[in-house]
């Protein structure tokens, strides 16, 4: 089940999602550049061993709340990219995922 905090409109549920993420998500104007995305970090991946979710999208200039979903379709649907590693964020520090092109 899902509340909405009246303060901040932000959802409490498990998910920590907002509701705004989730409308985003699903606009019919975000899911027509998704394919153009994916192509964008597909041609930057070919120039790296691998980055984060957070590097991807600092380096297309692109937010990153708008490559979640290519890296989701490049990774589980497509199988053109692989968590290539886990470890510390070099921006965050926090413990990330490093996409890279499947061999």
């Given at each position: ?8 409109g ?14 985003a ?79």
């Amino acid at each position: 089940m899902m509340n909405t905090n009246s303060k901040s409109g932000k959802q409490t549920s498990n998910t920590r999602v907002s509701k705004t993420s989730i409308e985003a998500y699903y606009d019919h104007n975000t899911q027509k550049k998704i394919p153009i995305i994916e192509d964008r970090i597909i041609v930057y991946l070919q120039t790296v061993k691998s980055d984060t979710s957070r590097g991807i999208s600092k380096h297309l200039g692109i937010e990153r709340n708008s490559i979640t979903q290519p890296l989701k379709n490049l990774h589980i649907k497509k199988g053109l990219i692989h968590i290539h590693k886990t470890d510390k964020c070099p921006t965050t520090g926090y413990k990330v995922s490093f996409y890279g092109l499947v061999d």
